[in-house]
């Protein structure tokens, strides 16, 4: 196993510590969170950029570097949600989508084809990144400074049928972000793979019933 696999099997690993760590509420449970949050992060990005540079992509890497960074957002978002942090239905937005786009490549894969991931996906796996570092240490960040200034924007964000804090705020804000992304790569995605796998598609379903007739 080369060096950017056994990152990708590394974050895979951290996974779990990460929901052990925000579920269990240790102490300083968010300041360890989002430090174990960003090594796996980390690794997302050494690993594609050490397996480009070195030549390494190997079909096990394009396995592993996808299901890594699906099983680190879920677990995430899932800890989130259950210590009401992050907004359900938001969470089910982005695991939909990561399901849906995994199904297809799945099918593109059965084709002997592979859709590279687009811009807007790299940029909502960014905005995910933010989105949940600001959910994890939020809370804490803000009581050290609103302790710290006593001011109200380190109290109060925006006002709806909660308070939401200044960095706990930003971080359903860029959420937000991130949901959006995650429809529009979405679709960007469904249309590339149905330009190229769609063809292949409604010629075998054509061939399939031409059979069908002939017999």
């Given at each position: 196993?080369?060096?950017?696999?056994?990152?990708?099997?590394?974050?895979?690993?951290?996974?779990?510590?990460?929901?052990?760590?925000?579920?269990?509420?240790?102490?300083?449970?968010?300041?360890?969170?989002?430090?174990?949050?960003?090594?796996?992060?980390?690794?997302?990005?050494?690993?594609?950029?050490?397996?480009?540079?070195?030549?390494?992509?190997?079909?096990?890497?394009?396995?592993?570097?996808?299901?890594?960074?699906?099983?680190?957002?879920?677990g995430a978002l899932i800890s989130l949600v259950d210590l009401n942090l992050a907004p359900?239905?938001?969470?089910?937005?982005?695991?939909?989508?990561?399901?849906?786009?995994?199904?297809?490549?799945?099918?593109?894969?059965?084709?002997?084809?592979?859709?590279?991931?687009?811009?807007?996906?790299?940029?909502?796996?960014?905005?995910?990144?933010?989105?949940?570092?600001?959910?994890?240490?939020?809370?804490?960040?803000?009581?050290?400074?609103?302790?710290?200034?006593?001011?109200?924007?380190?109290?109060?964000?925006?006002?709806?049928?909660?308070?939401?804090?200044?960095?706990?705020?930003?971080?359903?804000?860029?959420?937000?972000g991130a949901v959006i992304l995650a429809i529009w790569s979405a679709i960007a995605y469904?249309?590339?793979?149905?330009?190229?796998?769609?063809?292949?598609?409604?010629?075998?379903?054509?061939?399939?019933?031409?059979?069908?007739?002939?017999?």
């Open positions: 196993m080369n060096l950017p696999n056994f990152l990708s099997l590394t974050r895979i690993l951290i996974v779990p510590v990460l929901v052990v760590v925000l579920m269990t509420k240790v102490t300083n449970h968010e300041v360890i969170g989002v430090v174990v949050f960003w090594v796996a992060s980390i690794t997302d990005w050494l690993d594609g950029y050490l397996a480009r540079r070195w030549k390494q992509v190997t079909t096990l890497g394009k396995l592993l570097d996808p299901l890594a960074d699906k099983l680190l957002v879920a359900a239905w938001m969470t089910f937005i982005i695991l939909a989508r990561e399901f849906a786009v995994t199904g297809l490549r799945g099918i593109a894969s059965e084709e002997g084809l592979t859709i590279p991931a687009g811009t807007v996906g790299k940029w909502k796996m960014g905005f995910q990144v933010a989105a949940i570092s600001c959910l994890i240490l939020g809370p804490r960040l803000d009581y050290w400074l609103y302790d710290w200034t006593h001011r109200e924007i380190f109290h109060f964000f925006i006002q709806l049928n909660r308070p939401y804090s200044f960095f706990w705020g930003m971080g359903v804000l860029l959420l937000w469904f249309h590339g793979f149905w330009k190229i796998v769609g063809p292949r598609i409604m010629a075998e379903n054509s061939r399939l019933m031409d059979t069908e007739e002939s017999e």
